[in-house]
């Protein structure tokens, strides 16, 4: 198989899992309980554990990004080329898209929704900023030290942003859009996903400005 198409399937592929995890376990919580401190904390604790595995089994197929302004800092810094940069990120939105689809499906929901969840104001617009610097700079930080390290990195980060930010650390554009369609616990109101999108943009660029003063670069694929 080409490299490119190995990349847009492991992209696609991690993608959707991740949605999946991230939607289905929500609703499944909603489900079970109307407490959304123990709805909170079934999706953090299924959410953590998704993306370690995914991040450790697809490292090595297609680097693991399953977030285009994960793959857009890479690029910045130079680990990614422009081509790659086009593949990774299709196919991470059209991934993240089916994992919402299918996790509505598997909870008998419309297969698409609009969600009606507000996420709005500039408290959580600040807290995307910081939580997509903080995914991103730890991302960097950790590269050199195995995908093992890189996979329980984020995945705890991740799990801790939900807890510590109002916005519950998307800290992902794909993840966002994917959101918008299921109106359940995890959903995003199509209002506020530009909003998200654009702390996380922000959040990004001041990742790659800062790891790019304090880590060396040297292209990685």
């Given at each position: 198989?080409?490299?490119?198409?190995?990349?847009?399937?492991?992209?696609?592929?991690?993608?959707?899992?991740?949605?999946?995890?991230?939607?289905?376990?929500?609703?499944?919580?909603?489900?079970?309980?109307?407490?959304?401190?123990?709805?909170?904390?079934?999706?953090?604790?299924?959410?953590?554990?998704?993306?370690?595995?995914?991040?450790?089994?697809?490292?090595?197929?297609?680097?693991?990004?399953?977030?285009?302004?994960?793959?857009?800092?890479?690029?910045?810094?130079?680990?990614?080329?422009?081509?790659?940069?086009?593949?990774?990120?299709?196919?991470?939105?059209?991934?993240?898209?089916?994992?919402?689809?299918?996790?509505?499906?598997?909870?008998?929901?419309?297969?698409?929704?609009?969600?009606?969840?507000?996420?709005?104001?500039?408290?959580?617009?600040?807290?995307?900023?910081?939580?997509?610097?903080?995914?991103?700079?730890?991302?960097?930080?950790?590269?050199?030290?195995?995908?093992?390290?890189?996979?329980?990195?984020?995945?705890?980060?991740?799990?801790?942003?939900?807890?510590?930010?109002?916005?519950?650390?998307?800290?992902?554009p794909a993840v966002a859009i994917a959101r918008t369609f299921t109106d359940s616990f995890t959903g995003i109101n199509y209002m506020n996903t530009p909003t998200y999108i654009l702390a996380e943009f922000l959040g990004?660029?001041?990742?790659?400005?800062?790891?790019?003063?304090?880590?060396?670069?040297?292209?990685?694929?």
């Amino acid at each position: 198989m080409k490299n490119t198409n190995k990349i847009f399937l492991g992209e696609f592929i991690g993608s959707s899992f991740l949605v999946m995890v991230i939607v289905g376990s929500g609703i499944m919580a909603e489900n079970l309980t109307n407490d959304n401190a123990l709805r909170l904390t079934a999706n953090t604790l299924a959410t953590g554990a998704g993306l370690f595995v995914l991040i450790t089994a697809f490292a090595n197929i297609s680097g693991a990004h399953f977030n285009p302004f994960v793959s857009l800092a890479m690029f910045l810094r130079k680990k990614i080329t422009g081509k790659l940069l086009i593949i990774y990120i299709p196919a991470q939105i059209l991934g993240c898209l089916l994992g919402v689809m299918l996790a509505n499906v598997f909870f008998e929901h419309n297969i698409l929704e609009l969600s009606t969840k507000n996420r709005d104001g500039f408290h959580i617009f600040l807290s995307e900023i910081i939580a997509t610097f903080g995914l991103i700079f730890i991302i960097f930080a950790t590269l050199k030290d195995g995908k093992i390290t890189i996979a329980a990195s984020v995945a705890t980060y991740i799990m801790a942003g939900y807890w510590f930010t109002s916005s519950t650390s998307f800290a992902n554009p794909a993840v966002a859009i994917a959101r918008t369609f299921t109106d359940s616990f995890t959903g995003i109101n199509y209002m506020n996903t530009p909003t998200y999108i654009l702390a996380e943009f922000l959040g990004a660029l001041i990742a790659v400005s800062y790891t790019h003063l304090t880590l060396p670069t040297k292209r990685i694929v």
